[in-house]
């Protein structure tokens, strides 16, 4: 009896695989818009007030904007190592740059893979692997953090050379690869990848006058002094006023640009760069000439990714495939522009624990929509196999974020979120540092080598986090409420009592 039950399966199940083959597989796709270091403080959707972006905005219009997605460790690679595994740095093993990702591990787009997706990743990759990128049947891909112009790039493994500007080279090979290369009868995962506006903020040649006629607003903390904070605040080294170089100010020309390319480059800088030497600037005046500098180059980098992503959309409604993509636009990690006199990331406050997250998926995501529950890159990986329908595997520290884009938060959803940094001595010399934050509380706790050093912020008081309340006697039971939440996080997400990065330095 048994074995006529089973038989009768195996028959049913090949049946079924026979009808399934024959019909198109309706499951949907996925295209994965991702920049690196995009504050959602320069996104019009997120309530910008220094520029617009009409594309980016035209994702939210149609989906889910996420008001509070931190990032569990805010810097380039690990936040990528992060979104290809479902796991916390001390899992997947990339603490900080210049770690290489094992890409041998178990990622999302493998297991995508394995339940007939077709997965795909152009533009930045950064993770150090052995080329090509694991998991994926097509790649091209920038070397390293890759140039602003005229990039050398990896496809399938094999060195290939563009002649153009970088943010538009990209989209047009996702574009190729989107209306050409891939196989129709499959569903997708796209990975379409810009190196903007990471440093030094080089613009595109369509952009390089762009906003030279206005004054864009400067932050409030522009010139923050860092009192009512500890040691890390003042011995960090990632300030506009003293941080950045000729290079990053384009002071200096780039060097790897065509005769053109540099006469454009030129003719755009060459006197905005002679009327800033003739002015002699100095202290706050020379401060609030770098700000601009660096603000509009930044934007105007935002602008060509936003032009770009306008024309990616525009292939989705033209073929018809918006009707089945989940559209994601995400970035790495937020960015200071300007608040503390920063530029750069890395900190558990809260421009760079914030990433910009936007979701629309036709017929699913509210239109229009926003949501404030914590959520992370970190739940991207088991996203996107509920969307495919693919087997959980057990072992992701992230969740489903299908129930929240059906518009029902599930009753058990995290209320407080772990974060942690590992990369000191390193870079901007900002400390190695956890904490929890539910959103309205935030506790941290800086250490090693030679700090150890807690802070706390309420945010409801004090949204720019100027004034730590550490140790406060008024802030007595939050504090301990938060250091219990600390305890709890870190056994549950298996943190290991020896810091790891202490492991790795120097690597
Ligand atoms: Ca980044």
């Given at each position: 009896m048994k074995r006529a039950i089973n038989t009768f399966i195996v028959a049913t199940t090949l049946l079924i695989c026979f009808n399934s083959a024959a019909w198109a597989d309706e499951r949907p796709n996925i295209l994965f818009i991702f920049t690196d270091?995009?504050?959602?403080?320069?996104?019009s959707a997120y309530g910008?007030?220094?520029?617009?972006t009409p594309n980016i905005d035209r994702i939210a219009r149609e989906g889910v904007l996420f008001r509070r997605c931190y990032v569990?460790?805010?810097?380039c690679g690990p936040m990528r190592a992060v979104i290809q595994t479902g796991k916390y740095s001390h899992l997947n093993?990339?603490?900080?740059?210049g770690n290489k990702f094992d890409g041998t591990q178990q990622t999302f787009p493998k297991l995508l893979q394995k339940v007939g997706y077709q997965t795909a990743v152009v533009g930045k990759?950064?993770?150090?692997?052995?080329?090509?990128?694991?998991?994926?049947d097509y790649s091209e891909v920038l070397i390293g953090?890759?140039?602003?112009?005229?990039p050398p790039m990896l496809k399938n493994g094999e060195r290939t050379k563009h002649t153009g500007y970088t943010t538009d080279i990209i989209t047009d090979l996702a574009l190729a690869w989107l209306k050409d290369?891939?196989?129709?009868?499959k569903p997708f995962m796209l990975?379409?990848?810009?190196?903007?506006?990471?440093?030094?903020?080089q613009p595109g040649p369509k952009h390089?006058?762009?906003?030279?006629?206005v004054e864009i607003p400067e932050p409030d903390?522009?010139?923050?002094?860092?009192?009512?904070?500890?040691t890390p605040a003042h011995t960090q080294?990632?300030?506009?006023?003293?941080?950045?170089t000729p290079n990053d100010l384009k002071l200096v020309p780039p060097r790897n640009f065509t005769p053109e390319q540099l006469e454009t480059w030129n003719a755009a800088y060459g006197p905005k760069n002679k009327e800033f030497e003739e002015a002699n600037l100095t202290g706050k005046e020379l401060v609030r000439w770098k700000y601009q500098r660096y603000i509009k180059d930044y934007l105007r980098c935002i602008a060509s990714v936003d032009d770009n992503i306008g024309r990616v959309l525009d292939y989705l409604d033209e073929s018809g495939l918006a009707k089945n993509t989940v559209v994601i636009y995400c970035s790495d990690q937020g960015f200071y522009l300007?608040?503390?006199g920063w530029f750069d990331k890395r900190w558990m406050y809260e421009e760079s624990l914030k990433t910009p997250f936007i979701v629309k998926w036709s017929g699913v995501t509210k239109p229009g929509s926003s949501n404030d529950d914590i959520?992370?890159?970190?739940?991207f990986a088991q996203t996107f196999l509920e969307i495919a329908g693919?087997?959980?595997?057990?072992?992701?520290q992230g969740h489903s974020l299908v129930p929240i884009l059906k518009g029902k938060t599930p009753?058990?959803?995290?209320t407080v979120f772990y974060y942690h940094y590992y990369e000191?001595?390193?870079?901007?010399?900002v400390r190695r540092h956890y904490g929890v934050t539910d959103g309205r509380n935030k506790l941290v706790r800086f250490y090693e080598p030679d700090v150890d050093e807690w802070e706390m912020y309420d945010l409801a008081s004090d949204p720019q986090e100027l004034k730590s309340v550490y140790g406060k006697p008024e802030f007595a039971d939050i504090q301990n409420r938060m250091l219990a939440e600390l305890d709890r996080l870190r056994q549950e997400l298996k943190?290991?009592?020896?810091?790891?990065a202490a492991s790795i330095r120097g690597k």
């Open positions: 270091d995009h504050a959602s403080q320069s996104i910008s007030k220094i520029n617009t569990t460790n805010s810097i093993g990339f603490l900080i740059n990759w950064h993770l150090g692997t052995h080329m090509p990128p694991q998991g994926y953090q890759g140039p602003y112009y005229n290369s891939r196989d129709p009868d990975m379409y990848q810009h190196k903007a506006p990471h440093r030094n903020w390089l006058n762009l906003y030279d006629d903390t522009l010139f923050d002094d860092y009192s009512d904070r500890g080294d990632m300030t506009i006023s003293k941080t950045m300007g608040e503390h959520v992370s890159p970190l739940d693919a087997e959980d595997p057990g072992d992701l009753d058990d959803w995290r000191f001595p390193g870079p901007h010399a943190v290991p009592e020896i810091d790891p």
